[in-house]
C-alpha cells in the first residue's frame, strides 16, 4: 500500500513539474513574441513579421527539435530580445495628444507653490475642445484634505482613480496619473505593458478633469473624501510634487502593474505616512472604494452601498457643465464633505 501511495504521490509531483515547465515556456514565449510586437522598430508589419518569426521558432526548439543544444538557442535569442526590450527608452519628444502635450512642474517658494502646466480645457465634446494650459499658485497650509475619484470605461473590477487637494482658500486642485498618448493613439491594457505610453501626471481644476469624464466621456464617477489629516494631505501634495518635477526633467514609461494610477497612490501614501498592507483591490482598482470603506479611510456611518449610490456625481456634474462653481456643485449632495 506504501509504494502504491508513494508511487501516485511521484507520479502528482512529475506531472506537476511536467505542467510547470511548460506553463513556464509558454511563458516566455509570449512575453518575448509580445515584447518584439510592442518594440521600437517603426513598421507594424516588421513587428508583427519578427515577433510571429520568434514564436515559431521558439515551438519549433523547445518541442520539434532533436538537436539538444536548441533550447539552449533558444535562451540566448530570449535573453537578446530581454536586453533590446531594456535598452528601449522614454522621451518627451513626441507628437502628444493636445491633452498631454505639456508636462506640469512646480516652484517651491516657502509656504508657496506655483504649479505651471495646469490643464483648464472648455470641452465641447471629448475630442474637440479649447487648449488652454494656466499657472496656478497654491498655499501649503491652506491645504486642509484630500478627495478620492474613482471612474470607470464600464463598471467592473478596472477603472481610473485620481485626487483632489482641497483648499480653504481657493478651488480644489486635481492629479491624475495616467498615460501620455501620442495623436492617434488610445490606452491599451497589454501594449501599457510593454513600454507604448509614457507617464504623465495630469494637474488640472476639476472642471476639466473630472468634467471630461462625467460629462464628454459619460464615464461613471465617484467621489469620496478620505479621512485625511491636513499634514498628511500636505505630505502626499510634496511627495506628489517631487514627483511631477522628477517627471519633467526625466520621462519614465507608464506600466499597467507597477507604474499606474492606483499603485502610485498607494506608494505616495506609504511615503506620506500611511500604514498598511498591499491588498489585490490595489490591482483591481475598480474596487478600490470598497478598501477604502472597509479600512476605514472613508465615512463608514452609512451602509457601503447606500455611500456608495450617494457618492456618485455624474448628474450634479453634467447640470454644473461650465459653472464657476463646479467643484461645490459636484460636493452638494455628497456625505460628510465638506466644500471647499
Known amino acids: 500500500m506504501l509504494s502504491l501511495l508513494f508511487g501516485i504521490a511521484s507520479s502528482a509531483l512529475g506531472w506537476a513539474v511536467a505542467a510547470s515547465g511548460f506553463l513556464c515556456r509558454i511563458v516566455l514565449i509570449a512575453w518575448a513574441a509580445l ?21 515559431a521558432f521558439a515551438v519549433w526548439a523547445l518541442w520539434f527539435s532533436r538537436q539538444q543544444r ?38 517651491f517658494n516657502g509656504d508657496r507653490v506655483r504649479l505651471t502646466g495646469v490643464r483648464n480645457f472648455d470641452y465641447r465634446t471629448r475630442n474637440d475642445f479649447t487648449v488652454r494650459y494656466e499657472e496656478r499658485e497654491v498655499s501649503l497650509s491652506h491645504l486642509i484634505g484630500l478627495d478620492f475619484y474613482v ?25 491624475s496619473i495616467e498615460t501620455r498618448p501620442e495623436v492617434g493613439e488610445g490606452f491599451a491594457p497589454i501594449a501599457s505593458l510593454f ?21 464628454q466621456r459619460r464615464e461613471p464617477v465617484y467621489l469620496y473624501r478620505l479621512n485625511t489629516s491636513a499634514d498628511d494631505a500636505r505630505r502626499l501634495l510634496m511627495v506628489y510634487l ?38 489585490i483591490r490595489h490591482l ?12 476605514g479611510r472613508i465615512d463608514t456611518t452609512l451602509p457601503f452601498d447606500e455611500l456608495r449610490r450617494r457618492s456618485l456625481i455624474n448628474a450634479p456634474a453634467q447640470a454644473a457643465e461650465g459653472q464657476a462653481d463646479f467643484s461645490q456643485r459636484i460636493r452638494a449632495s455628497l456625505p460628510t464633505i465638506l466644500l471647499p
Open 35 to 55: 515584447a518584439i510586437y510592442y518594440s521600437n522598430l517603426p513598421i507594424a508589419g516588421l513587428r508583427l513579421g519578427f515577433a510571429a518569426a520568434f514564436a
Open 70 to 107: 536548441m533550447p539552449l538557442v533558444f535562451l540566448v535569442v530570449f535573453f537578446g530580445v530581454v536586453g533590446w526590450w531594456i535598452f528601449i527608452s522614454p522621451t518627451h519628444n513626441r507628437e502628444w495628444r493636445p491633452e498631454v502635450a505639456v508636462m506640469p512642474r512646480a516652484f
Open 151 to 175: 471612474s470607470y470605461f464600464s463598471e467592473g473590477p478596472v477603472g481610473h482613480t485620481f485626487v483632489s487637494f482641497i483648499f480653504d482658500n481657493a478651488p480644489p486642485l486635481a492629479i
Open 195 to 215: 513600454k507604448q505610453f509614457e507617464l504623465i501626471y495630469v494637474v488640472g481644476e476639476e472642471r476639466d478633469v473630472v468634467g471630461v469624464r462625467t460629462n
Open 242 to 279: 517631487t514627483r511631477i518635477n522628477e517627471l519633467a526633467d526625466q520621462p519614465e514609461f507608464y506600466h499597467l502593474l507597477t507604474n499606474s494610477c492606483t499603485v502610485n497612490i498607494v506608494r505616495y501614501a506609504n511615503a506620506a505616512g500611511r500604514r498598511g498592507r498591499f491588498d
Open 284 to 295: 483591481l482598482n475598480g474596487l478600490i472604494d470598497s478598501y477604502l470603506y472597509h479600512s
